[in-house]
C-alpha cells in the first residue's frame, strides 16, 4: 500500500506547474457577469451489505 500511495502522490505533485507559473487574477475577470448562477449537487457515500 505504502508504494501506491507513494506513487500516487508523487503524480499529483509532478502535474503542479504543468500549464506555467501561476498567474494571479485581474480585477475583470474576479468579477463574474451580473445574472450567472452556479449550482449543482453533490453525493458521496459508502455502501456495505451484510
Do not use: Q, Y
Not at 39 to 50: I, L
Amino acid at each position: 500500500m505504502k508504494p501506491i500511495a507513494a506513487i500516487l502522490t508523487l503524480a499529483l505533485l509532478a502535474a503542479c506547474g504543468v500549464d506555467g507559473a501561476p498567474v494571479p487574477p485581474t480585477r475583470s475577470s474576479a468579477t463574474p457577469a451580473n445574472g450567472v448562477t452556479i449550482s449543482g449537487e453533490a453525493r458521496v457515500g459508502v455502501v456495505k451489505t451484510f
